[in-house]
């Protein structure tokens, strides 16, 4: 079993009105959460943290792997998404993310 758990940095767009319990709900799940306004304020290296946005990261990102794009499915494109976690909204990533932390 993992000793820390993870650091979620949620973009501050994701918590709208229906969201607003969210960081709430990570606290209670045992998550870090760390609201930023945008990516300017995710650190570089990621290690044991995530970052959940609404906005896909640049093809080639070193963010690419620990990010998890929350919102509709991205539909197929000029740009490929393998690899990239997506969530269909904010409450479900940080169940997800919880299972796997107490699974570890």
């Excluded at 990621?46 to 990261?57: D, E, I």
Aim: no cysteine.
């Amino acid at each position: 079993m993992s000793t820390s758990a993870p650091t979620l940095y949620i973009d501050a767009a994701l918590l709208t009105a229906g969201d607003q319990d969210a960081l709430t709900m990570a606290s209670d799940l045992g998550l870090e959460a760390v609201v930023v306004a945008g990516l300017d304020d995710v650190p570089e290296a990621l290690a044991n943290a995530w970052h959940l946005t609404s906005v896909q990261p640049a093809a080639g990102s070193a963010r690419w792997g620990r990010t998890v794009l929350i919102g509709p499915r991205v539909e197929p494109g000029r740009v490929a998404v393998s690899g990239l976690r997506t969530a269909r909204d904010l409450r479900l990533a940080l169940l997800e993310l919880a299972a796997e932390h107490a699974a570890d």
